[in-house]
């Protein structure tokens, strides 16, 4: 569970079973000369993908080899070409249109506000990690493979100075992430944007999706069709599950969280972001980042001082910085929109991940084709 590729095993039996064991858990397992007078030993090495056993394995076989190279592979050729649409700028939206141009889709990005990245993806900072823990069930797998292939990409963008950021590691407890750090959502939003192949439709507000003639329509509220494409990524945030409902009928269960974000001015901040319960985070311009809150069903807009006692304290518990008074603070509020097992929703609209693996079962619901 815990191996990754070309990982060595080695024991002092030699039993049958324990080979086999060691097989069905993807390892190439052999014999080897013994050792303390014992004929034989067992050595392995984890290959998931590889032999008589990468069928009935790939599966659960988390990260594949090449994967962790630190770069994707590409896309069939076959699959290279097309149009899509993509309901959302965030963070979301735009790296789904930035991952499927770089595949050699068209893609067309509708965002209801007039920029991209004005709900939670505006925030100043945001945290990245590779720490995920894995192992539990595919999905986590899943986003630790993520987290390791991020941050190489992150750091690339870093490089071009056109996002502001670091990747100088990052705090949690007393252990240091070297591969962690921090980057500005909204510029790492407007770098995916850019990429060639990615058309932006701002104050493109999408009340429902309509299946017509093999493709999907984007729909205004007042019925006129925006876009259409044979796929469409829905990745609205807040308003997915309304857009959902305007298309299917129903919508998966899922919550509104407001969050609140605080912060002051500070010179003595950390050096490296530390995260814990809540989080800390110097910025170049002497602000010291702290939070978030995470409240359900909260609609609130406003900026509460009750919210920034409680980013403060959390802020101290992290960093033992003694904090001003509550006037000095600033902040921003923001929500998210949460499945309400908290599994990510992947696949054809109304479908959901998990399945196999110890995990939890399929989502029911109508799935929508492409």
Not at 132 to 146: F, I, Q
Not at 171 to 191: C, I, S
Not at 334 to 345: E, F, G, I, K, V
Request: glycine share 16%.
């Amino acid at each position: 569970r815990l191996a990754a590729p070309q990982a060595s095993a080695a024991t002092w039996s030699a039993a049958r079973a324990v080979r086999a064991g060691l097989k069905h858990a993807g390892f190439e397992a052999s014999t080897a000369p013994g050792f303390g007078g014992k004929r034989d030993m067992t050595r392995a090495v984890h290959a998931p993908l590889q032999g008589q056993h990468a069928r009935t394995r790939a599966s659960l076989a988390w990260p594949p080899q090449e994967a962790c190279k630190g770069t994707a592979a590409p896309m069939p050729a076959s699959a290279a070409h097309g149009h899509a649409i993509v309901v959302g700028a965030g963070l979301a939206g735009a790296a789904a249109a930035a991952a499927l141009a770089r595949a050699g889709w068209r893609c067309t990005v509708l965002e209801r506000h007039p920029a991209p990245a004005r709900e939670a993806s505006g925030n100043p900072a945001g945290i990245f990690h590779a720490g995920v823990g894995a192992g539990e069930h595919r999905h986590a797998d899943m986003l630790a493979l993520a987290a390791r292939l991020a941050a190489p990409h992150y750091r690339a963008c870093l490089r071009s100075g056109q996002v502001q950021g670091a990747a100088r590691g990052l705090l949690h407890g007393q252990r240091h992430d070297p591969r962690g750090g921090w980057v500005a959502p909204r510029e790492l939003v407007a770098h995916w944007l850019a990429t060639p192949g990615v058309e932006l439709r701002a104050g493109s507000e999408v009340a429902a999706m309509r299946r017509e003639g093999g493709a999907w329509q984007a729909c205004s509220p007042g019925g006129e069709v925006l876009a259409s494409a044979e796929i469409a990524v829905l990745a609205g945030g807040v308003g997915l599950p309304d857009l959902l409902r305007h298309t299917t009928g129903e919508a998966p269960a899922a919550r509104l969280v407001r969050g609140q974000l605080s912060w002051v001015e500070r010179a003595d901040g950390p050096e490296l972001p530390v995260t814990g319960q809540g989080y800390a985070l110097s910025l170049p311009d002497g602000r010291l980042v702290g939070g978030a809150t995470a409240n359900a069903h909260d609609t609130d807009p406003a900026l509460r001082a009750a919210d920034h006692a409680w980013n403060a304290q959390r802020l101290h518990a992290l960093t033992g910085i003694a904090l001003p008074p509550d006037g000095l603070w600033q902040g921003r509020v923001a929500w998210r929109c949460t499945s309400a097992d908290r599994l990510p929703w992947v696949g054809a609209a109304g479908g959901g991940g998990g399945g196999g693996g110890g995990g939890p079962p399929p989502r029911p619901g109508p799935r929508g084709r492409g």
